[in-house]
Structures are given as C-alpha cells and as structure tokens.
T-cell receptor, first 113, second 113 residues
Framework: AQSVTQPDIHITVSEGASLELRCNYS??????LFWYVQSPGQGLQLLLK??????LVQGIKGFEAEFKRSQSSFNLRKPSVHWSDAAEYFC???????????FGTGTQLKVEL | DAGITQSPRYKITETGRQVTLMCHQT?????MFWYRQDLGHGLRLIYY???????DKGEVPDGYVVSRSKTENFPLTLESATRSQTSVYFC????????????FGSGTRLTVV
C-alpha cells in the first residue's frame, strides 16, 4: 500500500526566511502528489499538485514543490515566509488507478515575527 | 451560495447514541468523501462515494454508515457512538476524484462523552 511520510511534525521559521517542508512517498510508479494547507479551524485548501511533466510545480500563495523520483520526495518550498503562512501543511497522494487521497500526518508551521 | 457545507459545526453526544453528520455540496460533483482528523494521524478516509447510490469503505470504516440517495448529499452516521470516535470530521467533494482538487467543508467537531 502506498504511504506518505512527513518527517517533521513541527517547524518554526522567522518571517522572511525560506521554507522547505519535506514529504516522502512509497510507491513504485509515479503517483499523483499534492500539498494542502489547513488554517486553524478551517478545512483544507489545495496549494499545488503534480501529475507528470515538469518536476517543479508552482502553486498558490507563492509556494512551489519539486518532484524527485530518485529520492521519492515532493518537498514544498517558499522563498520568503509571511506570518500568514502559519498553518498545518499536508502532503497527499493518489496512486495507481485510484481516486482517493491518502494524507501524511501533517507538518505544523509556526512563523516567528 | 455554492460550496460544500457541513452541519453541525460542533456536536457533543453520549456514548451509545446514534448521530448523523451532514454534508451538502452544490456543484453536483460525482465524488464525495468523509475523513476524520486526529492528532498524529493526519486525515484518514472513512467512506467515499463515486456517485449516487455507490459507496465504498475507506481506511477506517468500522462504526460508521453512509448513504447517498442524492448526488448533493452524503450523510455520515455513527450508529452507536464511542469515545474513540471523538474527532474532527471533514467532508470533501471532487468532480473526477483523480485530480486531487478536492474541496473540503469546514469540518464538524464531534465529542463523545
């Protein structure tokens, strides 16, 4: 079965600093990969997705992610973090012929002013 | 307004009682999903539906029942609530299922005492 691992439970960065959130997946073929963000008390919002093609994908709110097959990773990045980026971030995957998202356990981002 | 709405937002119930969480979407999306969110587990799929009258189990279906008589509604019923079902429940919908562009509701926080 496929799985998604987010190794960092909590990350703290200073406002204006760069950010990288890690995501690793386990699946033989190329999965469909996603990053979602959840603000406190809210549902989840899709940041970006990767299906195929260019391995660097751009998303909303200035986020990007890079698919690296050799490392089975799909890390989320942002060059300069804003205080409003404080939230929980989830990596998710759809594999094979499926149509169901499987989520990682999430990374809680704190932004220090 | 168009969107996906969940009700109630908050619910407290007693062990052994039956409780139903409602989910309504206005896009006529084919796919609908129920997830539960718990600390340390991320979001786990309970049940999903590919169309009206078609439902299937997810990762953690035990103790839950769903139905989908109309495309726009996907209620989740806890037949006999247990404390382990205390959680935040999210409903989501998607036009195709595979593109990952799920739209999530704002969630229902359920406490079983």
């Amino acid at each position: 079965a496929q799985s998604v691992t987010q190794p960092d439970i909590h990350i703290t960065v200073s406002e204006g600093a760069s950010l990288e959130l890690r995501c690793n997946y386990s699946y033989g073929a190329t999965p469909y990969l996603f990053w979602y963000v959840q603000s406190p008390g809210q549902g989840l919002q899709l940041l970006l997705k990767y299906f195929s093609g260019d391995t660097l994908v751009q998303g909303i709110k200035g986020f990007e992610a890079e698919f690296k097959r050799s490392q089975s990773s799909f890390n989320l990045r942002k060059p300069s973090v804003h205080w409003s980026d404080a939230a929980e971030y989830f990596c998710a995957v759809i594999t094979g012929g499926g149509n169901k998202l499987t989520f990682g356990t999430g990374t809680q981002l704190k932004v220090e002013l | 307004d168009a969107g996906i709405t969940q009700s109630p937002r908050y619910k407290i119930t007693e062990t052994g009682r039956q409780v139903t969480l409602m989910c309504h979407q206005t896009w006529s999306h084919s796919y609908m999903f129920w997830y539960r969110q718990d600390l340390g587990h991320g979001l786990r799929l309970i049940y999903y539906s590919a169309a009206a009258d078609i439902t299937d189990k997810g990762e953690v279906p035990d103790g839950y029942v769903v139905s989908r008589s109309k495309t726009e509604n996907f209620p989740l019923t806890l037949e006999s609530a247990t404390r382990s079902q205390t959680s935040v429940y999210f409903c989501a919908s998607s036009e195709t299922g595979r593109d990952g562009g799920y739209t999530f509701g704002s969630g229902t926080r359920l406490t079983v005492v």
